[in-house]
Nanobody, 124 residues
Framework: QVQLVESGGGLVQAGGSLRLSCAASGRTFSGYAMGWFRQAPGKEREFVAGISWSSGATYYIDPVKGRFTISRDNAKNTVYLQMNSLKPEDTAVYYC?????????????????WGQGTQVTVSS
C-alpha cells in the first residue's frame, strides 16, 4: 500500500507560480511511474503531467507544456509539479497518482494509488 499526500496548493494571481509536492509513504514507490491529474468543477479528471520511474522521461499535455515541470526525488519519495505562468483555466483540484508500470498512463483508470488532492485557484 502506498499513501500519497499532496501539498502546495493555494490561491495565486494569473501569471504567478506554485509548486505542488506529493509525498509517498508506506510501501516505497520505487518502480512506480507518477502522474499529476486535475479536475475542475463539472469536468472530468484529466492527465496533466507524468514521469517515468527509471528513465525520468516526462510527459505533458499541450496546454501546460513550457509552463509546468514535473520532477521526482526518489530518495525522498516525493514528486513535484512546478507550475509557472498560471492561468485562470488552470484552476482545479490537483491530484498525484502512482502507476505501478514504468511509464505513466494518461488515463486515471490505470493508476493504483491516489492522493486526496490539493486546490489550486488562479484569479484573473
Amino acid at each position: 500500500q502506498v499513501q500519497l499526500v499532496e501539498s502546495g496548493g493555494g490561491l495565486v494571481q494569473a501569471g504567478g507560480s506554485l509548486r505542488l509536492s506529493c509525498a509517498a509513504s508506506g510501501r516505497t514507490f520505487s518502480g512506480y511511474a507518477m502522474g499529476w491529474f486535475r479536475q475542475a468543477p463539472g469536468k472530468e479528471r484529466e492527465f496533466v503531467a507524468g514521469i517515468s520511474w527509471s528513465s525520468g522521461a516526462t510527459y505533458y499535455i499541450d496546454p501546460v507544456k513550457g509552463r509546468f515541470t514535473i520532477s521526482r526525488d526518489n530518495a525522498k519519495n516525493t514528486v513535484y509539479l512546478q507550475m509557472n505562468s498560471l492561468k485562470p483555466e488552470d484552476t482545479a483540484v490537483y491530484y498525484c497518482a502512482a502507476d505501478r508500470r514504468l511509464r505513466p498512463a494518461n488515463k486515471p483508470e490505470f493508476y493504483d494509488y491516489w492522493g486526496q488532492g490539493t486546490q489550486v485557484t488562479v484569479s484573473s
